[in-house]
């Protein structure tokens, strides 16, 4: 592993891992395009396939979540912005235009969930279909979407953690971060004659929660109990996941004029919603069964 990294490299050096070219964007006929939003674009469509995927599986019509996506691919990304915009308006009320500037990143997972399931209120009261069904079909994409979407966090060298040395500690070169980033606690860890710093890879971490949740829900799918149960699931399970992963990140958006990290509380609170729901549900189903019998 280098003592020295070059502009474009990210390593992790207790993995034995060093990549010396990790682009931010390429550029096509003279277009720049950013990684990011490649990424995001990959993420969106794979995301809609699997919904429309599980979807026939269910027994119902893959083509709503592909009229639907259409809908959520534009509603959503504006969330997302929104939302991270409102709780950094700092960075633009002095140059408003850059609000509409999403190139460099910028976008809450938080915003895009929110207005994504308002979008999808509106749609199937349109359609007369179920919400909860739709939400349940739903949340399979959403989740693998920000699974693959966290690695254009990766390309822009951005939501990572303070500093750590632990197994899956990433090296990140002084050049290309932001020094309003760059903790007191990783300058003292600025190894002299070294040009890096050393931290949570915390988009990594939250990759990997997303993917278990996934694959938990993958294999609940066929066992689920009500309609709305998955979405009580993705939203509890990743509420739990962000709400710990956010306590390490270095650029949490808080609450104005206080120091609470707006993701981390909305994180814990979806978790406990989603639990006290499903008991509750669960609770009134077992009621019914219980009624029924003594009816007998």
Request: contains cysteine.
């Amino acid at each position: 592993m280098p003592d020295t990294m070059n502009d474009m490299s990210i390593a992790f050096p207790h993995l034995h891992l060093y990549l010396p070219y990790v682009p931010k964007d390429f550029t096509i006929f003279g277009f720049r395009i950013a990684m990011y939003g490649v990424i995001i674009g990959i993420g969106m469509m794979l995301a809609v396939s699997l919904a429309a995927y599980v979807a026939k599986k269910t027994g119902q019509k893959p083509d709503d979540y592909w009229d639907l996506s259409i809908y959520l691919v534009i509603f959503s990304v504006m969330g997302a912005r929104l939302y991270y915009v409102i709780f950094s308006w700092d960075l633009y009320k002095n140059d408003l235009l850059q609000i509409l500037n999403i190139r460099n990143g910028g976008l809450a997972i938080y915003g895009g969930v929110i207005v994504g399931f308002i979008t999808l209120f509106v749609y199937v009261k349109k359609k007369k279909q179920s919400y909860f069904l739709m939400a349940d079909t739903g949340v399979y994409g959403l989740i693998l979407g920000q699974i693959i979407g966290r690695w254009g966090n990766f390309c822009n060298r951005e939501a990572f953690g303070d500093y750590t040395d632990n197994l899956f500690a990433m090296r990140l070169p002084l050049s290309m971060i932001r020094p309003n980033e760059i903790t007191t606690l990783m300058r003292e860890h600025i190894v002299e004659g070294t040009n890096y710093i050393q931290v949570h890879p915390t988009f990594l971490y939250e990759s990997l929660w997303n993917l278990m949740i996934l694959i938990l829900m993958l294999l609940y799918l066929h066992h689920k109990k009500f309609d709305g149960e998955l979405m009580l699931f993705y939203l509890g399970g990743y509420g739990l996941g962000r709400g710990l992963i956010e306590t390490l990140r270095t650029d949490q958006l808080h609450l104005w004029n206080t120091n609470i990290p707006v993701s981390q509380m909305l994180g814990f609170s979806l978790f406990v919603l989603a639990v006290v729901a499903d008991v509750v549900v669960r609770y009134r189903m077992h009621a019914k069964i219980i009624e029924k019998q003594n009816k007998k």
